[in-house]
């Protein structure tokens, strides 16, 4: 979604892999395949 922020809690990071493989999150890329947010 145009626009959408990944927001994590405070003292905590927001990561992505993408088909297993880790992935900077960058504002108006679109991710294709099997996607993993994980929030450390």
Same mark, same amino acid.
């Given at each position: 979604? $145009? %626009?959408? &922020?990944? #927001? &994590? #809690?405070? %003292?905590?990071?927001?990561?992505?892999? /993408?088909? %297993?493989? $880790? *992935? &900077?999150?960058? &504002?108006?890329? *679109?991710?294709?395949?099997?996607?993993?947010?994980? /929030?450390?």
């Amino acid at each position: 979604m $145009p %626009g959408m &922020a990944t #927001p &994590a #809690p405070r %003292g905590k990071r927001v990561s992505l892999t /993408v088909d %297993g493989v $880790p *992935t &900077a999150l960058q &504002a108006g890329t *679109t991710y294709s395949g099997t996607l993993v947010l994980t /929030v450390s």
